[in-house]
Each structure stands twice: as C-alpha cells, then as structure tokens.
Nanobody
C-alpha cells in the first residue's frame, strides 16, 4: 500500500508560479511512476504530467508543456510539480498518483494505470 499526501495548493494571480508537492509513504516499489492529474469544476479529470523512475522520463499534457515541470526525489520519495505562468484555465483540484507499472506516452494518460491516489490540493488562479 502507498499513501500519497499533496501540499502546496492555494490561490495565486495569473502569471504567477506555484509548486505542488506529494509525499509518498509505504512500499517504494509501488511508486515506479508518479504523476499529477487535475479536475476542474464540471470537467473530467485529466493528466497533467508524469515521471517514470527509470531514466527519469517525463510526460506532459500539451496544455502545460513549457510551463509545468515534474520532478521527483527518489530518496525522499517525493514528487513535485513546478507550475509557472499560471492562468485561469489551470484552476482545478490537483491529484498526485502512483503506480508500480511502467508507463509510456499513452499509458500515463489512462487513469486505470494508476493504483494509488492522493486526496488532492486545490489550485485557484485569479485573472
């Protein structure tokens, strides 16, 4: 079992930056890949970014490429999401996810790939 706890959400102005953190505890072998998803009001949850331990391979949604950066600290079993140039469309509940499976550019977008989920942290961007 893995427990995921997100932190770092809050309210910011458009154009500002914010960093989300996710602490993973439990079986480290179940966090071979970690990712961030988000869900805006009235919309389906969508993948934002993911990182695979082997090689540190990263994946991003087109909407955040060039603005968001995912990283992880394998020693601390933490994953981060640095969000720059935020805009109102980034307003959502952000969820951390983890899986023991290998991910690729297709699989990471499928929610069924991810075994463990955090409770979420709200990010609100005001224009």
């Amino acid at each position: 079992q893995v427990q995921l706890v997100e932190s770092g959400g809050g309210s910011v102005q458009a154009g500002e930056s914010q960093r989300l953190s996710c602490a993973a505890s439990g079986d480290p072998y179940s966090t071979n890949a970690m990712g961030w998803f988000r869900q805006a009001p009235g919309k389906e949850r969508e993948g934002v970014a993911a990182i695979y331990t082997a090689g540190g391979i990263t994946y991003y949604a087109d909407s955040v490429k060039g603005r968001f950066t995912i990283s992880r600290d394998n020693v601390k079993n933490m994953v981060y999401l640095q969000m720059n140039s935020l805009n109102a469309e980034d307003t959502a509940m952000y969820y951390c996810a983890a899986t023991p499976w290998k991910i690729d550019h297709v699989r990471w977008l499928n929610e069924d790939t991810w075994w463990f989920w955090g409770q979420g942290t709200q990010v609100t961007v005001s224009s």
